[in-house]
């Protein structure tokens, strides 16, 4: 840390008004206050917004450098950040793009504050992602609305972050009501991200796919384990019911916004490349291209694993079955051909690592971080 940062630290530590941060300090430490991050070369600058924010119960933390402001970012909830247009290294509209481009940091909100009296600036600033503009000398009153509005939104959008964790938890609920199948949704989204990254997709299809891993089945929490876990065949009706885990998966994450790339995987991961499958019968290319992806990962996944039915398939057994499935009409050929390449090697291991194993974790961790980047 270095020395000016922290004589900050030690001057906000002597004042009487909001919460400070050392730099160091863990989450924990801000209690339930929102965090605003206050990046600005000048002393007097950053006093100035201190003290206007005084009256509100807020976490400050303040540093003189963009460089310092990415560092804190990394290991700190922050809420707010506030920004000065001129900034050593940087420009304020540069620091912008940056935080607003990358998945991790891009909804916290950012003011940027400028002596600035140029509408040009107002447009660099605006064009950069800010969410707000403001033009010195500040008006208290200005300033504490502007930051006010901006938290709200922050924490409506905290909440819906919130709710997205809150279904995958559902999720996976589901997914241990079958102590057969282990950690499925995990190699799944293992599977799924591989067969995709092959294929070239997107990193925004690779997090669909990812999260698809987890979500295909949450339709199931509605479905009696009388016809979920039932030794032999089902009636007509069970049929029905079991067959509306896709809709009712569908349903279930449509209000989350940020589901929708998933909704096609949730809804079609059960059709079948003749026309053949459910719920709605679509053939071929009509079947949304995550939805096949998905299904094949699950099917090897399925025949890999033991079953109370069956033994773990070896890989070039699942490979036959997979390609007799082909056979019959029901795969997409392309998908099947590729994934019989890709798992030869690269998941072998992976379907082979036991439930719990650290090594799936380590992988899914480094999936999960490098896709929400
Ligand atoms: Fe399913």
Excluded at 109 to 123: K, N
Aim: net charge negative.
């Amino acid at each position: 840390m270095s020395v000016q940062n922290q004589a900050a630290i030690d001057l906000l530590a002597m004042e009487s008004g909001p919460t400070a941060i050392a730099l160091d300090a863990t989450y924990e430490d801000c209690g339930e206050s929102p965090n605003i991050l206050i990046v600005d070369p000048a002393e007097l600058n950053r006093r100035l917004l201190k003290a206007m924010l005084k009256t509100a119960s807020y976490g400050i933390i303040e540093c003189t450098h963009p460089a310092e402001a990415f560092e804190i970012l990394e290991r700190h909830k922050i809420d707010l950040v506030i920004a000065d247009v001129l900034m050593p290294g940087m420009s304020g509209p540069d620091f912008c793009r940056v935080v607003k481009g990358s998945r991790k940091t891009q909804l916290i909100p950012i003011l940027l504050v400028t002596s600035l009296q140029d509408s040009e600036t107002e447009l660099a600033g605006i064009d950069s992602g800010a969410d707000e503009f403001l033009v010195k000398p500040l008006k208290p009153a200005l300033v504490r609305t502007r930051i006010r509005g901006l938290l709200r939104h922050k924490a409506l959008t905290d909440s819906l972050d919130e709710a997205e964790t809150i279904l995958f938890a559902l999720a996976q609920s589901v997914e241990q009501r079958d102590k057969h199948t282990g950690k499925h949704c995990e190699r799944l989204a293992l599977y799924g991200v591989m067969l995709g990254k092959a294929l070239g997709l997107s990193r925004k299809d690779q997090l669909a796919l990812y999260r698809g891993g987890f979500l295909h089945d949450i339709g199931k929490v509605g479905i009696p384990d009388a016809i979920l876990f039932k030794r032999g065949r089902l009636t007509e009706d069970e049929w029905q019911t079991m067959r509306m885990h896709t809709i009712r998966g569908e349903e279930i994450c449509r209000p989350m916004k940020t589901l929708a790339p998933v909704l096609p995987i949730i809804r079609s991961h059960h059709e079948r490349w003749n026309g053949s499958g459910y719920p709605d019968g679509l053939r071929g290319e009509e079947i949304p291209l995550l939805a096949r992806i998905l299904q094949i990962a699950d099917i090897y996944d399925a025949l890999t694993t033991a079953r109370p039915y069956k033994p773990a398939y070896s890989h070039r057994h699942a490979v036959e079955v997979m390609s007799e499935e082909m056979r019959r009409g029901w795969r997409d050929p392309e998908l099947v051909a590729l994934f019989a390449e890709i798992t030869r090697t690269e998941a072998k291991n992976a379907a082979t690592l036991p439930s719990g194993d650290a090594g799936m974790r380590q992988s899914l961790d480094a999936m999960r971080l490098e896709l929400v980047k």
